[in-house]
């Protein structure tokens, strides 16, 4: 297999999913998590992290002056694009946080991800660990991965039975409006956390938790209308409000799409419960090529097959760990899928545009 290994086809990918069947237990895994562990991939950077988060706050602070400065004006509006920027970089330290990367100490990570997903994003912890988790348990899973779950969009053509009226147009044109859709995404982010706050079913384990969350969220949101309608008019704050929370949904839309739309999903197969780890997270994930500026935009999250497999392994370690898990999936004869910035788009889109198809014929 080349070192650049393009995209298999849906069948190539089942085919090879049945080849090596008798081999779907741990035994695939354990010869690679030896050889990452050997490497010390698995260790935590935590200077490495503590740099890119002291950059992150200074960038805000500098966006937060700039907003003093230049008070009252439509000049102002430009640093909504920066602040998207520098919010989604607070998204990655949240997402790493979560999955333990960044700190070996369990509390550390928990004060890490709620003073970033919380008080900063205005995202609640709990709520985005309980989902993430279940997706990270059972990766493109129609019934256990909640990525993958039908509401605005669907990503299988089995979920599109009963879609009519407003929700049957989405699905009809759900490639087309994607992106679109995903600038809502920093403000889903929002109003899912506070859902799951108020529930009585929500994922926090006491009351504490809910009221610590709760109070974080509550100051983020008056922090962010305060710093806005104190330096300039209504209009522009709901304006600078509007071009960031879009911006940033977009950001982060377009670091979590590629991943897994139109790759393999386990309940379609036959002996696709019974895949172990390996092989249950190679075949469902896609890798993104790149450089320096793929790793910054993507938040790392171009390396999902390595991120998959080792999910509390540090940022900067992912593009280490990859030649040797490309080797080793080379080894066993897994495909590893890896492919360009927008060719990755390009299959994630056909892929919806694909599933569809059935509503679009019959309308």
Request: charged content about 20%; hydrophobic content about 45%.
């Amino acid at each position: 297999m080349p070192q650049a290994t393009a995209t298999l086809t849906a069948p190539d990918r089942s085919a090879a999913a049945r080849r090596g069947g008798d081999r779907v237990g741990g035994s695939e895994f354990a010869p690679l998590l030896r050889t990452i562990k050997d490497q010390g991939l698995l260790e935590r950077r935590a200077g490495w992290y503590a740099r890119g988060m002291a950059v992150n706050l200074l960038g805000l602070a500098a966006v937060v002056a700039g907003l003093v400065l230049l008070g009252p004006s439509w000049w102002a509006l430009l640093l909504a694009v920066p602040l998207a920027l520098l919010s989604a970089r607070v998204a990655f330290v949240a997402h790493d946080a979560g999955h333990a990367q960044i700190s070996a100490d369990r509390r550390r990570n928990r004060m890490i991800q709620l003073v970033h997903a919380d008080l900063l994003l205005g995202m609640s912890q709990e709520w985005w660990n309980d989902k993430h988790n279940r997706h990270h348990a059972n990766p493109n899973h129609l019934d256990k991965d909640p990525d993958v779950a039908a509401d605005i969009l669907v990503f299988a053509q089995a979920q599109t039975a009963g879609r009519a009226g407003f929700r049957g147009w989405l699905t009809r044109h759900q490639a087309w409006l994607f992106f679109p859709l995903t600038t809502l995404e920093g403000i889903a982010l929002k109003v899912y956390g506070f859902q799951a706050l108020l529930s009585g079913d929500g994922p926090y384990r006491n009351r504490r938790e809910r009221l610590v969350e709760g109070a974080l969220l509550l100051a983020h949101v008056l922090g962010y209308a305060t710093l806005l309608l104190t330096h300039l008019t209504v209009g522009q704050a709901l304006v600078f409000a509007l071009i960031h929370q879009m911006l940033l949904g977009l950001h982060l839309g377009m670091a979590f799409a590629p991943n897994h739309k139109g790759m393999e999903t386990p309940d379609a197969h036959p002996d696709g419960e019974s895949w172990g780890h390996l092989r249950r997270q190679v075949l469902t994930s896609r890798n993104i090529r790149g450089g320096f500026l793929t790793d910054w935009f993507l938040g790392g999250l171009n390396y999902q097959i390595e991120h998959h497999l080792f999910p509390s392994m540090p940022r900067p370690h992912l593009r280490l760990a990859q030649p040797a898990v490309r080797a080793h999936c080379r080894t066993v004869g897994i495909p590893y899928t890896e492919t360009g910035f927008v060719e990755s788009y390009r299959q994630a889109l056909g892929h919806l545009h694909e599933v569809g198809e059935p509503l679009r014929s019959a309308a």
